[in-house]
Nanobody
């Protein structure tokens, strides 16, 4: 049974930084595109950042471009999200995710419905 577990969330002041980590177990996701999403109460889960299976390409929502960096370590089955210059509007529960099938050739998914594996989420709160 594949499992994703996020960590690294917390409370930080505006302008600060956090680094989220996501460890996978039960399945190797080295040949899967990966994504980070976030959700606030009453709103849909939204795409934050994505990375292709080999780390060759990264993709970001416009709202985080230039501030967040996604990376992965396939040898450790790990996914990361470095978040700098945090803003109060970044406050949300952050989730790591993987699609249900391997994704070669630079495939990236932006719709949460295209992801089959999800972590439990980690809360990020940015105070003004």
């Amino acid at each position: 049974q594949a499992q994703l577990v996020e960590s690294g969330g917390g409370l930080v002041q505006a302008g600060g930084s956090l680094r989220l980590s996501c460890v996978a177990s039960g399945r190797t996701f080295s040949r899967y595109a990966r994504g980070w999403f976030r959700q606030v109460p009453g709103k849909d889960r939204e795409f934050v950042a994505g990375i292709t299976w080999n780390g060759g390409s990264t993709y970001y929502a416009d709202s985080v471009k230039g501030r967040f960096t996604i990376s992965r370590d396939n040898a450790k089955n790990m996914l990361y999200l470095q978040m700098n210059s945090l803003k109060p509007e970044d406050t949300a529960v952050y989730y790591c995710a993987a699609p249900g099938t391997e994704t070669y050739y630079g495939t990236m998914y932006y719709d949460p419905d295209q992801y089959a594996y999800w972590g439990q989420g980690t809360q990020v709160t940015v105070s003004a």
